[in-house]
């Protein structure tokens, strides 16, 4: 499954880049996600549970971020097994660029699935995965304006020289994973 998109988020680039590093924004945005640890530098251990038509299946996988060029850009390997289920594996890339009314974030995905998930068809899996990557931006979308409550760009573009705090999970690696295990649900389903 190939997958691209973009989406404008009504915050500046650092302070998305803040939340994106936010395991708990990041856990809470994720459907069916109830682990994220760190295991070694740039490389998560996640969990997600998901149910799809009458298959249940518990996922787990893991998450390395390379080429990390903070607060623009990152890529991500991710694989997920979900034994009889099958498993899900792929890279993504993520970006987030300056926009009048914010920041846009971009990213493609590029994923393999394998087991009783790739017998359900490319367009299901493709359906499944846009619609995972459609709630994990509401809820993302909610969790921003929630911890930047009435968040003025404007001001904010203007002291958007922030820090971006060292050793927490990229928001990047989460929306792979998202998109991954959607995939992955959505063929288990």
């Known amino acids: 499954m190939d997958m691209q998109g973009q989406r404008v988020l009504h915050v500046t680039q650092a302070q998305a880049w803040d939340a994106l590093n936010d395991p708990e ?28 038509g009458p298959v249940s299946a518990k ?7 390379s080429d990390i060029q903070a607060p623009n850009s990152y890529a991500l390997n991710f694989e997920a097994q979900g034994g009889v289920a099958g498993f ?8 987030l660029h300056p926009h009048a009314d914010g920041c846009e974030l971009k990213y493609t995905v590029h994923s393999t699935v394998g087991g009783k998930l790739a017998q359900l068809g490319q367009r299901l899996i493709d359906g ?8 994990f931006f509401k809820r993302f979308d909610e ?8 968040n003025e760009v404007a001001d904010a573009l203007s002291t958007a020289d922030a820090a971006t705090p ?9 929306l792979a994973l998202l998109v991954g295990a959607g995939a992955v649900w959505y063929l288990v389903r």
């Open 25 to 52: 924004i990041l856990k809470s945005c994720i459907p069916g996600c109830d682990k994220f640890e760190l295991t070694e530098a740039n490389v998560y251990n996640v969990g997600v549970a998901i149910k799809i």
């Open 59 to 65: 996922f787990s996988g893991k998450v390395t971020l």
């Open 88 to 95: 899900g594996k792929g890279e993504s890339q993520v970006s």
């Open 128 to 135: 499944a995965a846009k619609s995972l990557a459609e709630d």
């Open 143 to 150: 969790s921003l304006q929630a911890k930047y409550p009435g």
């Open 166 to 174: 060292s050793g927490s999970v990229p928001t990047w690696i989460w």
